[in-house]
């Protein structure tokens, strides 16, 4: 295949790897030819998970490469699931030149000695650290953690400090509690976009309330609050950090499950005079007739509305004459989902919203079960899937 064009090779490859979720196409791509490899191998150490029972190997796979695999690796998850990762094999791994994201996953049924992991100087947080020095810029951070347990917030803070560069959080957890120790009065200060979202019944006020204590407020982009079916329990906070850091956000995506969605929204649109994408779970279409008055218009670029029922057609009428007035021209974007009938949301809302569906604007959803956990993470969509080690 010596004859065969690089680029188009390279292009081969890529689309390989958009469709190969578990490495096994790119795996067999590098086997190929020498031409093949450097590419293959590009996406396949793209993102690589670090286990306990693995870490040892891939350190061997770093050590004896012929083609150096650091430089490769771009997204980095940290898996915890019973017990830590060995210390002096993480610590052979910092030199990742282009780590642009780190995700950290505890899946522990004993969830206290996660935590412990978790707040350890020396298992974890030193070599964050390191890894955040090495790299040029760690702008996203994940924390997972199923546990059944709240985690304190200092825990959070403290892994926020390790990577001053970081732009985007996303936090997945089943709770937050304040704790009793002293928090720093600093936040990574590129930090604009946020991503929480809580468990069943879960609570992540505590930092909210943090962010809100700091002497300067970083300058927020977008906020992604999704708490499925925790009724509610953050609410207080989440307004009240809206209220306070909505000046300049441009997307917010807003679903929790609360008796009056009408009543929340006019507690945070009129502090958010730059917002341009918008979602929100509701119940119905009367619900969103009412919001629609609300709307930052002039500004609103998209609009994605999850329902739990489409029935109602005269507020279906009413919504489709509502969004054809002229201040919302310069919406280019309207989706709206459903639990019950999910796969034929965008034919069925072309029927319900002719006037709208004449201007080519309805969208498939963005995720059609969208109240749930929602993947991937915003800004971590030039991710490609990679490698487990």
Known sequence: MSNFPQELTDKVIDFGAVDSSEGHALKTYGLVCKGWLPRSRYHLFSTVTLTAEKLASF??????????ILPL????????????????????????????????EIKDSRGSSGMDWLRSEELLQTHIRSW??????????????????YIP???????LSCVPSVEAVCIQ????????????????????HLDIRPGFMADCSPLFDWILSLPALPIFKSLKYNEGFGFGLSTQGCIKFIQQTGGELESLFFHMIIGDATALFRNILTYTPKLRNLSFLCHGPA???EIIPLLPSSTLNALDISVFTHDDPTSWSAIDEALAEPQFNGLQRLSVSSDTKPALASSRTRLLLPLVAARGIIAEPLDTNIRIWTEPFPFEEDLEPGADA
């Open 59 to 68: 350190v061997d796979i770093v050590d004896t490469s012929s083609i150096p």
């Open 73 to 104: 690796v771009r997204f980095l998850k940290l898996l915890y699931s019973g017990r830590p990762l060995d210390t002096l094999h993480l610590a052979r791994l910092h030199l990742c030149p282009n780590l642009t994201a780190i995700e950290i």
């Open 132 to 149: 955040s020095a090495n790299a040029a810029v760690i702008s996203c951070l994940t924390l997972k953690a199923n546990i059944m347990m």
């Open 153 to 159: 917030v200092c825990i959070v803070i403290s892994l």
């Open 173 to 192: 957890v089943d709770g937050i509690e304040r704790g009793k120790d002293v928090y720093p009065p600093h936040v990574p200060t590129r930090l604009a």
């Open 287 to 289: 619900e969103i007739l």
